[in-house]
């Protein structure tokens, strides 16, 4: 079952704007996870917030989470050619196993 | 530097063969993932183990077995390939905090 649902699908900008992307989820949740696919390889951790935190930030990357809204958003900001990638939430719900959307496919033009 | 290693990057089979894909992790976890991922479905769980020759089944385990007999590693099985199991498949292994994924197996069948 898919528990994070990403928005947009996909997202295409131009090299220093922003970029945010969004995540809804249905069920409680230990913490979620932010994680980036460059093309055709395996994914890479990004940044990890727990259930009782609203927001943090990890250089050009910040992420908030809304428990009410059982939402959360990934904010790049300043963003570069390389972060040209794929981006995925993943919702641990108290278990063994993270629980992935279908992404954002995010593409920065120079 | 922690690493999650798969013992092919691209593979190519024929229909009804048995296939092997390998996950081998150098961290010590104990769980370990196989995922495939498909364009607009995000990655779906296989199968997962929490120990050795411990498994539970994830979302699609229809058609896939698995084998961990040793600690660091974890086999996917397709008993008899069919081309709807054309996919990426991607292995991770965990710690309490995030998943760290291996490159990816391509697998074509044909």
């Known amino acids: 079952s898919q528990q994070g649902e990403e928005d947009p699908q996909a997202l295409s900008i131009q090299e220093g704007e922003n970029a945010t992307m969004n995540c809804s989820y249905k069920t409680s949740i230990n913490n979620l996870q932010w994680y980036r696919q460059n093309s055709g390889r395996g994914l890479v951790h990004l940044i990890l917030i727990r259930s009782n935190e609203r927001e943090k930030h990890s250089g050009r990357l910040r992420v908030t989470l809304d428990t009410s809204k059982k939402s959360s958003s990934l904010l790049i900001t300043a963003s570069r050619a390389a972060d040209t990638a794929s981006y995925f939430c993943?919702?641990?719900?108290?278990?063994?196993?993270?629980?992935f959307g279908a992404g954002t496919i995010l593409r920065v033009k120079s | 530097d922690v690493k999650v290693t798969q013992s092919s990057r691209y593979l190519v089979k024929r229909t009804g063969e048995k296939v092997f894909l390998e996950c081998v992790q150098d961290m010590d976890h104990e769980n370990m993932f196989w995922y495939r991922q498909d364009p607009g479905l995000g990655l779906r769980l296989i199968y997962f183990?929490?120990?050795?020759?411990?498994?539970e089944k994830g979302d699609i385990p229809e058609g896939y077995s698995v084998s961990r007999e040793k600690k660091e590693r974890f086999s996917l099985i397709l008993e008899s390939a069919s081309t709807n199991q054309t996919s990426m498949y991607l292995c991770a292994s965990r710690n309490v905090r995030e998943q760290y994924f291996g490159p990816g197996t391509r697998l074509t069948v044909t």
């Open positions: 993943a919702t641990d719900e108290y278990g063994n196993k993270l629980v």
């Open positions: 183990s929490y120990d050795v020759k411990m498994k």
